[in-house]
């Protein structure tokens, strides 16, 4: 294993880390953050392995209980939480990301427009995938807790007030990956 993909793995840990600061409480519990972006860039930038690694790396961070999660919360709980499920969806949308783009080419090109329609359609169902975990799991747990939810209900608090934001992140998310996949290619392919 390259100590530079350790490293990158680090830093996009640390990026989703940081997102937790930014946090827009909703009246459902489930707040605005940027690290569902930033781990939808981790898988578009690195791949799917390492993008992963990164999430992972997070979700261990904050299951240890430093607080990395939302609005600055730490500890398993959480993971166990109305949240858990988007946690997931963000690693599995990390995986998905890196596995349809592939691993980072130096020869990617952020002119390309077949490469980055490519990148905005994959994208786009990158950021659906953290839904596919989270909302389910959202229900099960708000039953659990003797609160049960309708699925539309679910979707009225854990899905509709958040799709402004992800569009707005969605359409920040197809230049970075552009941009910052032949970028990290070039550090990520270098043999020690």
Same mark, same amino acid.
């Given at each position: ?5 350790? +490293?990158?793995?680090?830093?996009? *840990? ?7 600061? %930014?946090?827009?409480?909703? &009246?459902?519990?489930?707040? %605005? ?6 781990? #939808?860039? *981790? ?6 392995? =390492? ?8 979700? #261990? ?8 999660? *939302?609005?600055?919360?730490?500890? %398993? ?9 988007? $946690?997931? /969806? =963000? $690693?599995? *949308? ?11 080419? +130096? ?6 427009? !077949?490469? %980055?329609?490519? #990148?905005?359609?994959?994208?786009? +169902?990158?950021?659906?995938? #953290?839904?596919?975990?989270?909302? &389910? ?6 039953? /659990?807790?003797? !609160? ?14 958040? +799709? ?22 070039? =550090? ?5």
């Amino acid at each position: 294993m390259n100590s530079r993909k350790i +490293i990158f793995s680090a830093l996009f *840990a640390a990026l989703i880390s940081v997102g937790c600061v %930014i946090a827009i409480p909703l &009246p459902g519990g489930v707040p %605005i953050t940027v690290q569902n972006m930033f781990c #939808v860039l *981790a898988g578009g930038i690195l791949g799917s392995f =390492y993008g992963a690694i990164s999430v992972l790396i997070w979700m #261990v961070l904050g299951a240890v209980g430093l607080p990395v999660f *939302a609005n600055a919360h730490g500890g %398993i709980a959480i993971i166990l939480g109305p949240t858990g499920g988007y $946690m997931l /969806g =963000y $690693m599995l *949308a990390s995986l998905f990301l890196g596995i349809t783009l592939g691993s980072p080419k +130096i020869t990617g090109s952020k002119k390309d427009k !077949k490469f %980055i329609l490519k #990148v905005a359609l994959l994208a786009l +169902i990158a950021y659906i995938i #953290v839904y596919l975990p989270g909302i &389910p799991w959202f229900m099960h747990v708000m039953a /659990g807790k003797g !609160k049960p939810q309708t699925f539309q209900n679910a979707l009225k608090l854990t899905f509709i007030p958040f +799709i402004p934001g992800d569009m707005i992140k969605w359409l920040v998310t197809i230049p970075l990956v552009a941009t910052l996949r032949p970028v990290a290619a070039r =550090y990520l392919t270098v043999e020690e």
